[in-house]
């Protein structure tokens, strides 16, 4: 039976138990293999053909979600677009600060308890607790329909526990009368709790909570950026030839079979063959090559490559979705979607805690009325437990620890996305890390200079740098660069020619100088004596670009050319091994260069000449071995694999849609900066572990008081604040963390202590 696949958007999901929940709902249909991303808010199902989506819409919504088919997505479409649920939950959060700040304040500070406080109290927290918490009742009864319980059953009974209560006492006792105040006193007795109310700890408590449900949101939105970061990459238009002459569309009006040009320093609009011109291509950033490539009439170009040389003129053969960097957006998709999920740490303590605590509520309500106690009394003490059991500060544990944990990072160069980034890093034992703009600068320099016997260095590197800062080729740059800072001010150059793909001439200092290859310099008759030969060979077989000198009609030397390791690359990769984490080389580069630079650096598993699906490959190979990924990246064929690891790392200074993959950017361009962002992690996913674990000692340590009609409102108040004060102090100590070559972000090290790719 032939089958199709469906994606789905979700709305409405506050957890990971919600996702196995729909998962689940959808794969009882006949057929259905479904499986929902609590992360990236999206369903995937493999359904028969013909089957209607429809269906799965409907059989969503009866389980209390929303789901759409989503919207085709364009170049042009704004990044600012709107989200209701994150516009919800911004309202909700501006709107609960706005009135719960004043009724906590008003609870916990005597001296300000006006006559009929209370009552303010009251007008001022029922929003909060109705409106503002309305997402977590709404989640709390979906839970309550399919037996489980989640951080969102823990806040909803607490805080209408609360609520209700402080109704009772307000209405029935003696909390409404004149003159009534908390006073400040932490002695405990026991009461009937007619005079007392808890409406700061309920409305304190959905502030907290709904504050971190908005930053997790709106981290959690970004996931779609980075295919919208990979759709603005390609040309917006294109210079077609009709008629013979050149007219400017839109890339959506290209059709397979058009002709265009694409002049020096355009963006390459779609793929096709060339079929006039020749130039250099700098395609690194979709193979991950550092060297540009010479293209002639008859090669084949990629979309949204750049053309670094001279005109092109190219036919389309692929447009649209079938267009290598479309293949790409749907490599980055695929590997978003089926990333494993992480369940939220304050969720699996809830659904142990949560029952426990109603188990206790019930028992108290049972004791105290078989112990012959009055109803009421026996029902404030049960409904006590259910208040003292609302941490205040489990809506503080999270967010706090990873302010303080990225605004630290930041300092660093560290830009952690959210909470669910951090359980990776523990379990971490493997990282890929790529070669161009990770370990190397991805940048050109002069690698090697060969002199033959009688020519000094400086003469060699001044005859040619003058001719090459000539030329525009992007090689010529490297040697030209290396001249005038060693040799100074270079002389002119008359009668310059530029030999497309082959070299240059021209006259300096009187003579006629060639710089190039050796098919261009064997058209002058001039051939390399077998020293320069030999180094020639060593150079090129470690995968170094090699141009030859020449003037009078004789080889006078040889340069190299090569990508530069970066000058903390050998430490940070010994970092990494120290943290437990095994090391292997992933690049599109040759073979030859790829083994160099991992023998430098130390790194022992190399893989090599791999293409953007590939490197997604080889992450899931390693991830099907048992070995828990993370990658290290920067350029557009990173993106995928990023995606794909367990836990991705960009490079600040690659491409927006590597940044927009990943799960960690580094804004440091250096690698030791991987190093530091997995030991601020993993430091900070300890201080959120503690941070939760006090969030709910605080107040089980509270509960016994409350289960024996001891709980006093300037008790409950106190447990609220101080276990939030704990919480905040543990997470500043975070910003104590250093990195291991300095504690405030720097610029990347331009000395001259870089290493080079030699022979």
Not at 67 to 88: F, M
Not at 364 to 382: E, K, N
């Amino acid at each position: 039976m032939s089958t199709t696949d469906i994606e789905l958007e979700i709305g409405g999901m506050t957890c990971a138990s919600c996702a196995m929940r729909i998962e689940k709902k959808l794969n009882r249909l006949d057929g259905v293999t479904a499986s929902v991303n609590y992360a990236t808010e999206k369903a995937r199902v493999v359904v028969p053909e013909g089957f209607d989506a429809d269906e799965l819409i409907a059989e969503v919504e009866k389980t209390g979600y929303t789901a759409a088919v989503p919207a085709p997505q364009h170049p042009e479409a704004d990044d600012a677009e709107v989200d209701p649920e994150l516009t919800s939950l911004r309202q909700r959060l501006i709107g609960s600060v706005v009135l719960a700040v004043p009724v906590i304040v008003l609870s916990m500070v005597p001296a300000l308890q006006f006559t009929f406080w209370q009552w303010a109290a009251l007008a001022l927290a029922s929003p909060v607790i109705v409106w503002a918490a309305w997402p977590f009742h709404r989640a709390a009864w979906l839970n309550l329909r399919h037996g489980a319980a989640t951080m969102d059953t823990l806040i909803s009974v607490g805080t209408l526990a609360a609520y209700a209560w402080s109704l009772y006492a307000l209405f029935l006792g003696t909390a409404g009368e004149a003159g009534m105040t908390h006073p400040f006193e932490l002695t405990v007795a026991p009461s009937d709790g007619a005079a007392n109310i808890y409406l700061e700890v309920a409305a304190g408590v959905t502030m907290f909570v709904l504050a971190g449900r908005y930053f997790e949101k709106r981290s959690k939105r970004q996931a779609s950026a980075a295919l919208r970061a990979l759709l603005e990459l390609g040309a917006k238009d294109v210079a077609v030839l009709r008629g013979g002459a050149e007219t400017r569309i839109p890339i959506g009006e290209l059709a397979v079979g058009d002709e265009f040009v694409v002049r020096p320093g355009e963006k390459i609009a779609t793929d096709g063959v060339v079929t006039g011109g020749r130039s250099a291509v700098d395609a690194s950033m979709l193979t991950g090559e550092s060297v540009p490539v010479e293209i002639v009439e008859g090669d084949r170009v990629v979309g949204a490559t750049l053309n670094a040389g001279g005109r092109l003129v190219v036919r389309a053969t692929n447009v649209g979705d079938d267009t290598q960097l479309a293949h790409m957006a749907r490599l980055v998709e695929d590997a978003q979607t089926g990333k494993a999920e992480v369940q939220r740490l304050a969720d699996r303590i809830s659904g142990v805690f949560v029952p426990i605590v109603i188990a206790i509520s019930v028992a108290t309500l049972g004791a105290w009325l078989g112990a012959g106690f009055p109803p009421a009394a026996a029902f404030t003490a049960a409904v006590a437990v259910l208040i003292i059991a609302c941490p205040c500060a489990l809506g503080l544990a999270t967010p706090t620890a990873l302010l303080v944990g990225t605004g630290r990072g930041a300092q660093l160069g560290i830009l952690i996305k959210g909470p669910e980034v951090l359980e990776s890093t523990r379990r971490v034992d493997t990282i890929v890390v790529d070669k161009t703009g990770t370990v190397t600068s991805g940048r050109m320099a002069l690698s090697a200079v060969w002199p033959r016997d009688g020519v000094s260095r400086e003469e060699l590197l001044r005859l040619s740098g003058a001719l090459e800062a000539a030329s525009e080729h992007p090689i010529a740059r490297a040697p030209a660069a290396a001249a005038e800072a060693e040799v100074g001010a270079l002389p002119p150059v008359d009668g310059f020619q530029n030999h497309e793909g082959t070299g240059v001439q021209g006259l300096v200092e009187g003579r006629l100088v060639v710089v190039g290859r050796e098919h261009l310099l064997a058209d002058w008759a001039i051939t390399l004596d077998d020293s320069l030969a030999e180094r020639k060979r060593e150079a090129e077989a470690l995968g170094q670009t090699t141009v030859i000198v020449a003037w009078d009609g004789e080889a006078r030397g040889v340069l190299a050319v090569a990508d530069t390791i970066k000058p903390t690359s050998v430490q940070a990769v010994a970092e990494l091994r120290r943290l437990g984490l095994e090391p292997v080389l992933l690049t599109g580069d040759n073979s030859a260069v790829a083994h160099q630079v991992a023998a430098t650096t130390g790194i022992g598993q190399v893989i090599a000449e791999v293409l953007p699906q590939g490197k997604v490959d080889v992450i899931r190979r390693l991830q099907q071995e048992g070995r828990v990924v993370a990658m290290v990246g920067d350029g557009v064929n990173d993106a995928a694999a990023l995606a794909q690891a367990d836990l991705g790392l960009a490079m600040g200074s690659g491409s927006d849609i590597a940044i927009e993959a990943a799960d960690i950017t580094l804004v440091r361009d250096d690698l030791l900066a991987a190093a530091d962002a997995i030991r601020l992690a993993r430091r900070t996913l300890g201080t959120i572990k503690g941070n939760l674990f006090w969030a709910f000692a605080y107040n089980v340590a509270a509960i016994p008081l409350a289960a024996l009609g001891m709980l006093n409102p300037m008790l409950a108040g106190a447990a609220m604040a101080f276990s939030s004060v704990f919480v905040v102090g543990n997470s500043l100590r975070l910003r104590a963390f250093r990195g291991l070559t300095s504690t405030e972000h720097r610029e990347p090290s331009t000395e001259s202590t870089s290493r080079k790719v030699t022979a």
